[in-house]
């Protein structure tokens, strides 16, 4: 395993070898851990991975056993060039910086770390540069054989699927751990309305309609009006089960059903980037996407704009260049 110590990226103090000790702390006094405790759920997984990252980087095959109160200033910038070196994505890399100003918080609240050493850790600069938005668009062919898929299925997991597929496609572009969260109450059947849990806790009203809107009157002529989680698992015999599915088993069934659609496979965030995108092309406000679509900045909803692409595209097309085959 790679350690911080043979990366020869930064000049490290003299407490180096210490990180390389297990610590000892109880959970309750482990700053990383209480910094994720202190996250919302659907936030905590991509923070936790960012941070295990870092741990196997200073030479820890557990989050836990790094003792995360010893890092410095000079620490944090090795870490932040060797991610840039393994090739992280700008945005993976300062999520990291992020977790580990938040994790540098939680030992200065402990009082594992001085003010001073607090400072010197936020000051680390962040990582400039943009890459293209993950996934891939889904093209309205392939959501007809991913639907198609589901219909096949004689069963109510080919009801259910087919209205997760339409909410995450067409109903704010959701998130699977949006999804998930969903309860029956949530849903006003009368006018469409859904309320959604996005991260950070943060409440948004979006609206079904249309096919989507079918798809999940359906899925509830199947469930019921029964309080409780708005899609359940199901098991092998038909039965629902009456608890909440997990994140894993949204995108386990987006696999399930590109495969027997026989199409490329698709991921939640294919979707979510689809919902951006296709509502952009149709000519949608791009701050009642951002809205829709639980965007923070509409920065971030301008990245899946791609009449833009289009226009570089035809403009590509204006040039001639006089080749001719072979054979």
Not at 111 to 122: H, K, N, P, V
Not at 127 to 147: D, F, I, S, Y
Request: overall charge positive; proline content about 5%.
């Amino acid at each position: 395993m790679q350690t911080l110590e043979n990366t020869e990226l930064a000049i490290l103090p003299s407490n180096s070898a210490e990180l390389l000790v297990p610590a000892q702390f109880p959970p309750d006094r482990n700053p990383a851990l209480v910094y994720l405790a202190a996250l919302a759920p659907s936030g905590r997984r991509a923070v936790e991975g960012r941070l295990k990252l870092i741990a196997n980087l200073l030479g820890h095959e557990r989050l836990d056993a790094l003792p995360w109160h010893l890092l410095r200033y000079q620490h944090v910038a090795a870490i932040r060039a060797k991610l840039v070196e393994i090739g992280q994505a700008p945005a993976t890399v300062n999520l990291a910086l992020s977790a580990l100003r938040g994790v540098a918080k939680a030992a200065f609240n402990l009082e594992l770390i001085t003010a001073e050493e607090y400072q010197r850790l936020r000051n680390v600069p962040t990582v400039k540069g943009e890459r293209l938005p993950a996934g891939r668009h889904v093209g309205p062919g392939e959501l007809v054989a991913l639907l198609d898929a589901c219909a096949r299925d004689a069963g109510p997991a080919g009801v259910r699927d087919a209205a997760i597929i339409g909410l995450m496609y067409a109903a704010g572009g959701m998130r699977r751990s949006e999804i998930v969260g969903l309860d029956r109450g949530d849903y006003d059947a009368s006018t469409g309305e859904l309320r959604v849990r996005g991260k950070g806790s943060k409440e948004r009203l979006v609206y079904v309609d249309n096919g989507a809107r079918d798809a999940l009157e359906d899925w509830l002529l199947v469930r019921g009006d029964e309080p409780g989680p708005l899609m359940v698992p199901i098991n092998k015999g038909g039965a629902l089960q009456w608890r909440r599915m997990t994140d894993q088993a949204v995108y386990g069934i987006l696999r399930k059903r590109a495969g027997q659609a026989v199409v490329e496979q698709v991921s939640p965030h294919d979707l979510r980037r689809s919902f951006v995108s296709d509502l952009l092309d149709a000519g949608a406000d791009i701050s009642t996407v951002a809205k829709l679509a639980g965007h923070a900045n509409v920065q971030t909803t301008a990245r899946y704009d791609r009449r833009g692409e289009e226009a570089k595209r035809k403009a590509a097309a204006l040039l001639h260049v006089p080749y001719r085959r072979k054979g």
